[in-house]
């Protein structure tokens, strides 16, 4: 059995238990938290202290990191990976190169394994658009997503001083999605496909214009696009904005011979973003530990695993099976 442990327990987490859940060869060993064990309600994993993480060197297989990108995952990672194989979900696109770097470092001179900014994008999205520009040189690649709850950028609304709980949604260009599955060549601004929209629970006497400059104006998250912020009370954030449905399309219009039109498409539907972003987790969790005990030190990405490694089944059986 694979033992994992999990470092943090917000709704990535707890998805990423319920995940375990499913299974065969693999045990999850406990959670590890900021907050006092016994606050925090697991569905049945033992909680620990951060700190007693440090004695279990040699008894875990792999840790999944499950906090956010924005401040939690770089510091956490390198920190842990000192120790422990590790996977995580860092997913701000610009830094993923500078977040690569920091762990590769420290995976290789501990002679652990890492893989960074695993989930649906980065991640199965990252593969679908390698392997649609590989196949189709001469075309566009055009990423959409949503709509849905960003965990990542509703987590960095969070961190703001001020905000007591804030959700993001993406919001999807459909007219412009209808044009490049028609076969049109389309030159887009970032802007042009996506819009954000953020429902935001400020605490008493906060400056909402002051909160919304600093929403509208974040490098990474919000300063790209059209976005649009609400001010509202938590109870109506309670009671409206807590599922966390989420989705996405990939799509690639390419030519081959003599102009033919081909059109390459990867969809998402997804009722519990964290939820399927904790099985990715789950599934490259198996892949790291199987690198891990071949001697591969160092950081990986998605791009860098064979697809038999996330499986349970033997080659034996994927080759009956699946080819």
Known sequence: MIKVAIIGYGNLGRGVERSLKQQKDMELVGVYTRRAPESVQTEGAQ????????????????????????????????????????????????????????????????????????????????????????????????????????QGHSDALRRIEGVVDAVQYTIPNSEVIEKLKAGEELALAIRDKHFRECFVVLGEGVDEEAIRNEIITMPNYFADYDTEVHFISQNELNENHKAMPHGGTVIHTGTTHEKTKQVIEYKLQLESNP???????????????????????GAYTVLDIAPKYLSDRTDEELRKELL
Not at 63 to 71: K, N, Q, R, V, W
Not at 81 to 108: G, M, Q, R
Not at 277 to 296: G, I, M, N, P, Q
């Open 275 to 297: 939820e399927f972003t904790a099985s990715v987790l789950v599934a490259y969790a198996r892949a790291c530990v199987r690198l891990a005990k071949e001697k591969h030190f």
């Open 47 to 150: 909680a620990f202290t951060m700190d007693q993480l440090e004695d279990k060197k040699g008894e875990i297989d792999v840790c999944i990191l499950c906090g956010g990108s924005a401040t939690d995952l770089p510091t956490q990672t390198p920190e842990w990976t000192h120790l422990f194989n590790t996977i995580d979900s860092f997913d701000t696109h610009a830094k993923i190169p500078e977040h690569f770097a920091k762990v590769d470092h420290v995976a290789k001179e501990n002679q652990t394994t890492s893989i960074i900014s695993t989930g649906w994008d980065p991640g199965l999205f990252s593969l679908n658009r390698l392997y649609a520009q590989s196949i189709l040189p001469v075309g566009q690649t055009n990423t959409f997503w949503g709509k849905g709850v960003s």
